[in-house]
């Protein structure tokens, strides 16, 4: 064992790391096979330090086993910083060790040669270096919307499980789940949700860093990092950050080498039991263009959708939208825009700013007839989504039976069950009233209608495997 470095020893290291250039490429050498240096050579293994923790796990998980093929030994990667500290082991370091101990923090950027000195300065304290990581991550960081809190988020059935987790993981200094997934349909209110939890993280714990930012701008801002050859400055964005936060996740269906990325960025983060916290239109396992390794990865913490809206939700937001306008909306004006629009909040939003906006223009009340008014083309094209005919045979086959079935008088539970199901879609997805759908269902009395929807709604909280049926009707009919 030799503490220096022999000329036999330097001489093949130079030639591993020709071959690695020649492998990765002369922006991927910079960034991260440059900065090693080789401490110690011995038969039974190679010792290579490197200025950062998230220098060290990167090049683990991606080169450590090419370098230790090429030098035919084993190698072990380190953290050293000029004190002379270095890291093993890969505890997590709190806000408050950070703190008090900074140099006991293997992220101290102390080995930084120039390229790291753009984004974090050397620090003396450990205030200071907190303060600089928060700036860099505010810099890579989307603004937060400011009405996107927790207390302005109307919570309901639909909506109840991922408000919770999104509380939970608000509130919680470690990670509790890894990671949130929160999904649903567009306008149901992912966005909100995740600038709730870092407006309420902000509140709490103002040194905790937290980035929240679109996966579209995940993308943009590494395919740039690439090409002006400072990755390493884009990997330090997140290498400190508590919570991480990635919007729409779904844009980087397709996209190889933005999704390698994130699959690298994401397991450094969660090793070192960061929060992380994903939104997309779809579960993981349905998310297109997706590497299986990914899926998997997204799908091991919590997953938790957002459903739809219902009427009753509609009309909760309604009353509390208006409250926060400071305008009346009568009842009956409410229930008819709960009934018609039922598209998404955002739309249901939009509409109650458009008829408030109407009422103050002519100084008049709203009415019922006001706000039908100025909504027709939007309660047009909300009613044109899925028509009762389209619900009763997508139903119909998803259960295997003739869609005639949907009008007969056939009591039989594998025909009266599907009908329904039918009856209770046409409830959610339409804005027909009870009357008009018992009409399309044989005609049939409204108080069938009514026990139909009861019906369903009680059996998909008993049964898992029916309440998934009915989802996926639902989606499938929506979509
Ligand atoms: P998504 O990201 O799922 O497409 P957003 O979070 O952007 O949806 O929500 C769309 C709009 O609807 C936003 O203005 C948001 O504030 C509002 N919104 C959605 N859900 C709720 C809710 N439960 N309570 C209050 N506002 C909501
Ligand atoms: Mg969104």
Redesign the pocket.
Known sequence: MSTTLDAIANERWNAVLSSMRAEVGEAAFDSWLKPMTVRDVADDGVRISVPTRFMRDWIVAHYADRLASLWERKVDIFVQSDHGTTDGQAGKPTAANMQTNPNVNPNVNTGAGPEFGNVIQPVQSGQQMISGLAQAALDISAPLDP??TFD?????KP?EFAHAAAQRVAESETAQFNPLFLY??????????MHAIAWRIRQIDPNRTVIYMSAEKFMYRFIRALREQNTVDFKDHFRNVDVLMI??VQFIGGKESTQEEFFHTFNALVDQGRQIVI?ADKSPSDLEGMEDRLKSRLNCGLVAD?HATTYE?RVG?LQ??AEKLGIEIPSKVQEFLAHKITA???E??GALNRVAAHAQLVGREVSLESAQDVLHDLIRANDRRVTIEEIQKKVASHFNIRTSDMHSARRARSVARPRQVAMYLAKQLTSRSLPEIGRKFGGRDHTTVMHAVKKVEELTERDAGFAEDVELLRRMLEG
Do not use: A, C
């Not at 302005?152 to 309901?156: A, H, R, S």
């Not at 649903?184 to 949700?193: A, I, M, R, S």
């Open positions: 009405r996107y302005n988020f109307v919570v309901g909506n649903g349909g567009v306008g149901l209110g992912k966005t909100h949700l919007d729409d939104s957002i939700l937001i509390t939208k998404n909040v955002r249901l939003e």
